[in-house]
């Protein structure tokens, strides 16, 4: 079992940053992929980015520019910085966990962005 502990959203104003942290304990492979997605109100989740443990990076075409993900392997941690975020950014930020066969879920945290 992977448990995923998820911190830093809130409250921003539009062109604003954020940074969410997220770190995973347990039982943890040396081959991952770790990223966010994000749950807009009243929408489906959706991919937001996604770093594997060798750090190839994937975007959603949204946030290209504006956000990066990152990650620390010796602290399994990983990291959204967001910048010029935009009321569309609105959402509960989701992080995941894929390894082998397993998918793991954090909790979630709100990012709230006002116009």
């Known amino acids: 079992q992977v448990r995923l502990v998820e911190s830093g959203g809130g409250l921003v104003q539009a062109g604003g940053s954020l940074r969410l942290s997220c770190a995973a304990s347990?039982?943890?492979?040396?081959?991952?992929?770790m990223g966010w997605y994000r749950q807009p109100p009243g929408k489906q989740r959706e991919l937001v980015a996604t770093i594997t443990n060798a750090r190839i990076t994937n975007y959603a075409t949204s946030v290209k520019g504006r956000f990066t993900i990152s990650r620390d392997n010796a602290k399994n941690t990983v990291y959204l910085q967001m910048n010029s975020l935009k009321p569309e950014d609105t959402a509960v930020y989701y992080c995941?966990?894929?390894?082998?066969?397993?998918?793991?879920w954090g909790q979630g945290t709100q990012v709230t962005v006002a116009s």
């Open positions: 347990g039982r943890i492979f040396a081959i991952n992929t």
């Open positions: 995941n966990h894929r390894q082998y066969m397993e998918n793991y």
